[in-house]
């Protein structure tokens, strides 16, 4: 029974690059969640979808920022334009249900803008 | 909005010693309260969570205490072991309103 999948676990980009980072929930969650994690800071909400909605970016940036969850293949995080303060680790997690069910953290994905 | 803080940041135990980590939160209407263990570099990892609906739950060595009253929830590690020296996150969530994490705490068990 995999757990979340994320990938790359690794991704470095120049200013001004696109940075796209991949989730896969766990087998049978469609609800997913993206939060971003600063070095010796707690994790920040930032997008919450089901499959081919987004449920809530209140806490997604507006500018550069997006999120997708198509019917079929893993969620998506694009960030557009990537400057130094984008780098950071970034989590998904999946539950089978609202922001109340047990949410399943990925491996996260560590990106260092140069 | 929901403002969740930890405390303290960091903490230093013996080990078979206990580890106590609390966290106040402020919007009344919350009514999920999960813990998560972070070690380095790795994923964020649920250990424990409780619901308004109880003020203590256990699990072999972890329990978590919650007072609604005062809007605060308590972690509590007993026989400390080295592997319990990680990064713990607490949050809370009412339910229509994501989750909010803590700063976090790291926990060094020192044999």
């Known amino acids: 029974n995999a757990g979340v999948m994320q990938n790359p676990r690794h991704l470095v980009r120049r200013r001004g690059q696109e940075a796209r980072l991949r989730c896969s929930p766990m087998?049978?969650?469609?609800?997913v969640y993206w939060y971003r994690q600063l070095p010796e800071e707690g994790l920040k909400f930032m997008v919450y979808?089901?499959?081919?909605?987004?449920?809530?970016e209140s806490g997604m940036p507006k500018e550069r920022f997006s999120a997708e969850f198509p019917k079929e293949g893993p969620s998506i995080l694009r960030i557009q334009q990537v400057v130094r303060g984008d780098s950071a680790a970034y989590f998904c997690?999946?539950?089978?249900?609202?922001?109340?069910?047990?949410?399943?953290f990925g491996p996260g994905t560590r990106l260092t803008v140069l | 909005g929901e403002n969740v803080e930890q405390h303290p940041s960091t903490l230093s135990v013996q080990e078979g010693d206990s580890a106590v980590i609390k966290c106040t939160y402020s919007?009344?209407?919350?009514?999920?309260f999960p813990w998560y263990k972070q070690e380095l570099g790795k994923r964020p990892q649920l250990i424990i969570d409780?619901?308004?609906?109880?003020g203590e739950k256990k699990d072999q060595r972890i329990a978590v205490t919650l007072n609604k009253t005062a809007k605060h929830f308590s972690l509590h590690i007993t026989e400390t072991q080295p592997e319990d020296s990680a990064v713990y996150f607490c949050?809370?969530?009412?339910?229509?309103?994501?989750?909010?994490f803590g700063k976090g705490t790291r926990l060094s068990v020192i044999a």
């Open positions: 979808l089901q499959k081919e909605n987004i449920i809530d």
């Open positions: 997690a999946s539950s089978p249900g609202q922001y109340t069910d047990t949410q399943y």
């Open positions: 409780i619901r308004s609906n109880v």
């Open positions: 919007d009344s209407a919350s009514n999920y």
């Open positions: 087998k049978g969650h469609s609800h």
């Open positions: 949050a809370a969530s009412s339910g229509n309103t994501p989750l909010v």
